[in-house]
């Protein structure tokens, strides 16, 4: 069974500029969670999604962060302009259901120069 | 804000050795869960307690909560090598809120 796909791995950016980044989760698996990991932090919950809506988004920065899960399977997270501050891990993960066992995809590792 | 905390940040010990990392939180909880999360294959579940629940095992792993002082501590035997990683504690509040990360312990085991 394929686990939870993540791309690109890594992204160099300049500050001010868009970066989007894409998850494929498990098949089968209607939660899908976006998350955001500082160096030595555990990760924090940006957006969760069951199926197609964003169930709880409480965490993500809507001045500058959208996401998307069209047709409730893959899904894409934009930054837009890029800061200094948002050089991080992305990760996204999917559990079959919400809040039980996550399986994590390699992350996307953000850095704005 | 990170509810989970891990005691202690960082642990070295030998091989063969057991190794045991604690986790205190704040709110009630339904359900709390241990990552590794190492270099190589980035973050895996280990288990899931119930907050109705006192200990799991799993394998080398045997887990305990204790909802009364709100943590729960994570034991692994004869560890090995290929236990070196972040360990994580996560949890979920009654009122299906976020899953919520600690900033986890690093473990060393040393060959």
């Known amino acids: 069974e394929a686990g939870v796909v993540q791309s690109p791995r890594y992204k160099i950016i300049e500050k001010k500029q868009p970066v989007a980044f894409w998850c494929n989760p498990i098949s089968g698996h209607n939660t899908l969670y976006w998350y955001l990991q500082n160096l030595g932090q555990g990760p924090e919950l940006l957006i969760r999604?069951?199926?197609?809506?964003?169930?709880?988004d409480s965490q993500l920065p809507k001045d500058r962060f959208s996401a998307e899960r069209l047709k409730g399977v893959d899904s894409t997270l934009k930054i837009q302009p890029a800061e200094l501050g948002d050089s991080a891990v992305y990760l996204c993960?999917?559990?079959?259901?919400?809040?039980?066992?996550?399986?994590f995809g390699p992350g996307t590792r953000l850095t704005v120069l | 804000s990170q509810q989970g905390e891990e005691d202690p940040q960082a642990l070295s010990i030998q091989e063969g050795e057991n190794a045991t990392m604690n986790c205190s939180y704040k709110?009630?909880?339904?359900?709390l869960q241990w990552y590794r999360q190492n270099s190589g294959r980035g973050l895996v579940h280990l288990i899931l307690?119930?907050?109705?629940?006192r200990e799991k095992h799993s394998g080398r792993l045997r887990v305990t909560l204790d909802t009364s002082k709100k943590s729960s501590s994570l034991l692994i035997t004869a560890s090995r090598a290929a236990d070196t990683a972040s360990y994580f504690c996560a949890t979920d509040g009654l009122y299906g809120n976020k899953l919520v990360f600690g900033a986890g312990t690093i473990l060393r085991v040393k060959s």
């Open positions: 999604y069951e199926n197609e809506e964003a169930v709880d």
């Open positions: 993960a999917s559990s079959l259901v919400s809040y039980n066992e996550q399986f």
């Open positions: 709110t009630s909880i339904n359900n």
């Open positions: 307690i119930r907050s109705n629940e």
